[in-house]
């Protein structure tokens, strides 16, 4: 017992486990930080993928206003300007690429026509 007592109060030894605790403590900060931040930036991303979805469709169906007769091409214009203004934050975020917005708008568009019997 006295053995690893004096083991302990070595100062080398009190050194060298300081250190390893330091590592793994270290180790451990930073997964849970990669944890953090992984799931923060899921959730922001799907936010803005939320918002951009809600924003076409609003903006169909106000586009949708004048009736389907104003044709698919002005209605999907109208929609992704609106998208534009309302939530340019998530346009920033997931920059989309071309044609995203326009496929997006062409598919609320059918839906809304669907449901409206169009």
Known sequence: MNIVGEFLANE??????LSLLGIGLTFILNRLSGTFQA??????????????HSAILTGVEAALVDGPEAGLEVIK??????????????????????????RLAERYYREALARIGG
């Open 12 to 17: 080398a030894v009190q050194t060298a486990i």
């Open 39 to 52: 799931a923060t930036g899921i959730r922001i991303q799907e936010k803005h993928m939320n918002a951009l």
């Open 77 to 102: 214009a109208r929609a992704i300007r609106h998208v534009n203004q309302s939530v340019p934050d998530a346009i920033k975020a997931l920059v989309p690429g071309d044609g995203v917005l326009d």
